[in-house]
């Protein structure tokens, strides 16, 4: 059997993320310093000391999380030989790092800049992102169908575990639209306290951007294949890597069909590599018979 290494997405930052891997070990100081040079600002102390709302901020949530997966991943490496790597959403970028396709440098500035074309997409206020609990995905798929229309869209936009599908699109549809999913057994339609509607088709001026930024980037075929998002399928070569991602931009994410796939792959064990442990808590309702570690912390080095 085998193991995966996966990365977590937005929502899964804190102020103090990072700190203790940076004071522990150089290797692990060295990508916060890294990436501070490169964006030409300091990030490492938004993600150190805040305030929140500038670690909220996209464009700077985004580096961040992948700074620190970079970190952590770099301190492990030693102690693990993945199979594969998966990331959900922006957590692919440290996925796709990890693998080799790209370097940690244009890593940190393709998110920083994939952020800011994310936020610009939608004007704020414009957007929202709900989580749907309790209702089978095929139908909050039906209902989005049915319901959407030009000037109101809504649509999946993250498919994390069984019971558990993010919708995003216009935010003044979202009052109706919620009544409609309760309706048709919905135990609960949580808001989310996010800045744009995020993987949905509102975000095409963000993709069209990102397709144009990443012409220019400097992708490598993969060392290790990672399971990407928007296929939920294997990928190893530069030309599959770089297309996935543009396309991830207004597409949904299918976490539940990548972890899937990568335990029909033979996979029994998931490491979280990065701040929290939101994906160890989806992986584990997706499948509870297999392991998942998350190390988040220098303390919790030792579940290696």
Known sequence: MAAAVVFPGQGSQFVGMGRDFYDKFDRARAFFDRADACLGYSLSKIMFEGPEEELRLTQNTQPALLTMSAAVWDTISDKVSPAFFAGHSLGEYSAVYAAGGLSFEDAVKAVHNRGK????????????????????????VKACEEFSSEGAVVEPANFNCAGQIVVAGHASVFPEFSELLKSRGAKRVVMLPVSAPFHCSLMRPAKEKMAEYLENAAFSDLKTPVFNNIDAEKETSAAEVKDA???????????????????????DTFIEAGPGSVLTGLIKKIDRNVACINISSVDDLSKL
Do not use: C, E
């Open 117 to 140: 074309f994310m936020q610009s997409a939608v004007p704020v206020g414009v957007g929202a992102m709900a989580a749907v609990l309790g209702m089978a995905d095929a139908d909050v």
């Open 245 to 267: 991602l543009i396309r991830q931009v207004a597409g949904a994410v299918r976490w539940t069909d990548a972890v899937k796939n990568m335990i029909a792959a033979g996979v």
